[in-house]
């Protein structure tokens, strides 16, 4: 195989396809540039652009409003770091609740179908009303009270009711062959959810389950209508005393800054498991 | 560019790699019209990336595939127009599992030929009928055997009246009962001249409608010829290593 050096054919034909892949990139480039520029332009010229950019696009806010919304984003940042530890592990407890068979388990199964059902039904701004501000009338000892954590707590509640139907489409999607073989081999049912099912599981349902983070990393900014004086609450404040909307736009440049690189960690993670499965195979 | 202007297929040269592994190696090959080549050899010889380079599946490293005349392993080539002149069917079947057998048949035909729905599944479900599969027409893949979902897989790869039928070891998954339901319609299509690359474990069947046999290993074609001679008398030790070991003695 080392005295093996390329034809004079197989030369011309990378000669070719290199070619071949200039030109795609050269189409790509010439279309986006195109595409974005045209946008721009239509957008520059709409009959109120000079009031649009006086109110939304005025640097001295952005200025003035970014070292408190940075300030604040850590709020937002916190509870979706709680949130999202909670809502994976109990997500996948509901999951495995309802793809449970044995009939002790039965109570366990009711209650995670009608949970999902029921908050699922529930807008998740609803749940950070009734969390907020109805459970500390409940007067529980040894809770806080703070809107913080009822908010948090809301968030938990609703996203762990969509993360357990995203889990649970994974664990069906694994092919029943994969069942059978981990039983022939002796393992329980719970086994071989835990070693064989939930692992293959768990890589399927990454792209969806993403999906889901990004959405609770939005989400907290549903926590400022109970108070908690988040980024976004922050931003609004401003606005109020200012007249001035630019803050809403550094609020979501922020947001963005958060979201984008767990999209790439995601696909990073999603590429290594595909390469290692695939090794070598066709 | 290339090619003797008379066959239907002629790769010279043909290399493939993936990383340092190097899978074909100065692979050459012409097939005729009406020609039946069997490609033999044990796993990891070479046969099934062989097949997948014809169909343009693979980007190979080096070498000439002529088609037609024609070299398709130019690049500029639209590889879809090639394999819309060429039938593939698969070791696992590979049908839609979401379609019926007939839809299965048709959605080449009307997409991709242009043919109108009634017209495609007339010709299909003549086809079906020729294979025994006239009652599963309705069904859904998995709702029949191995056997059937092969023989459907066949009739799916004929319905756009391909000019090369590439096989790729397509009775390798199933039990032997119903390998001779498989390799009867295969016979039936190299009787009526169809040309055909078939990668097989199956030696006798090579043996009777092969042209010519091909042995493969590690990525060369180490002897080629009527099945007669490869059968009988192969003049590489190799060859003969490997058939002591798959010809029942």
Request: charged share 20%.
């Given at each position: ?85 909670f809502i994976l592990v109990i997500a996948m407890l509901i999951a495995m ?86 039983q022939a081999l002796g393992l329980s049912r719970g086994q071989a959810l ?89 | ?203 006798a069947f090579a043996r009777d409608v092969a042209t010519s046999v091909c ?35």
């Amino acid at each position: 195989m080392s005295d093996w050096s390329p034809s004079q054919h197989e030369l011309d034909r990378r000669r070719v396809r290199s070619r071949l892949r200039t030109r795609s990139a050269a189409i790509a480039t010439a279309m986006t540039v195109g595409v974005f520029v045209a946008i721009g332009f239509a957008v520059t010229q709409s009959p109120g652009w000079e009031t649009v950019k006086e109110n939304f696009l005025s640097w001295p806010d952005a200025k003035a409003s970014f070292p408190d919304i940075r300030d604040a984003i850590w709020l937002n940042i916190k509870m979706f770091l709680i949130a999202e530890a909670f809502i994976l592990v109990i997500a996948m407890l509901i999951a495995m609740a309802r793809v449970s068979r044995s009939p002790w388990l039965m109570p366990l199964r009711v209650t995670a179908v009608v949970y999902t059902d029921v908050v699922r039904g529930i807008p998740t701004i609803l749940l950070v009303y009734l969390f907020a501000f109805g459970m500390p009338a409940l007067q529980l000892q040894g809770l806080s009270n703070s809107p913080f954590f009822w908010a948090t707590a809301a968030l938990i509640v609703s996203y762990s009711a969509y993360v357990a139907e995203v889990f649970r489409s994974g664990i069906e999607s694994v092919h029943p062959s994969q069942w059978s073989s981990a039983q022939a081999l002796g393992l329980s049912r719970g086994q071989a959810l835990r070693h064989v099912i939930v692992p293959q599981a768990v890589r399927r349902v990454v792209p969806p389950l993403l999906n889901d983070f990004v959405s609770l990393q939005k989400d907290t900014a549903l926590a400022s209508a109970a108070g908690v004086f988040e980024a976004v609450a922050t931003a609004r404040d401003y606005t109020l005393y200012n007249f001035n909307f630019t803050p809403y736009l550094v609020v979501a440049g922020f947001f963005i800054a958060m979201t984008v690189p767990l999209a790439r960690l995601c696909d990073w993670l999603t590429a290594r498991m595909r390469r290692r499965e695939l090794a070598g195979a066709l | 560019m290339s090619g003797q202007t008379a066959s239907l297929l002629s790769v010279s040269g043909l290399r493939k790699s993936y990383g340092d592994r190097v899978v074909l190696d100065d692979v050459s090959l012409t097939v005729e019209p009406h020609d039946v080549i069997c490609l033999i050899g044990s796993s990891g010889s070479g046969k099934s990336t062989l097949l997948r380079c014809l169909n343009l599946l693979e980007e190979i490293d080096d070498g000439i595939i002529a088609f037609e005349s024609r070299e398709i392993s130019d690049p500029r080539v639209d590889p879809r127009a090639v394999r819309s002149r060429i039938g593939m069917v698969f070791q696992a079947y590979n049908l839609f599992p979401h379609l019926t057998v007939l839809d299965n048949c048709t959605l080449a035909p009307r997409r991709v030929h242009g043919v109108s729905r009634a017209e495609a599944e007339s010709r299909a479900l003549s086809l079906l009928e020729r294979f025994g599969l006239a009652e599963h027409a309705a069904k859904h893949p998995d709702q029949m055997s191995g056997g059937q979902q092969q023989r459907a897989a066949l009739v799916r790869a004929l319905c756009t009246s391909p000019t090369l039928l590439l096989l790729d070891e397509i009775t390798a998954a199933l039990d032997p009962e119903l390998v001779g339901e498989v390799l009867s319609i295969v016979r039936a299509e190299a009787e009526a001249g169809m040309t055909m690359v078939i990668a097989t474990h199956e030696m006798a069947f090579a043996r009777d409608v092969a042209t010519s046999v091909c042995f493969l290993d590690r990525g060369r074609i180490l002897e080629q010829g009527p099945p007669s001679q490869i059968f009988s008398s192969p003049t590489e030790e190799r060859t003969r290593q490997f058939l002591r070991r798959v010809l029942p003695t």
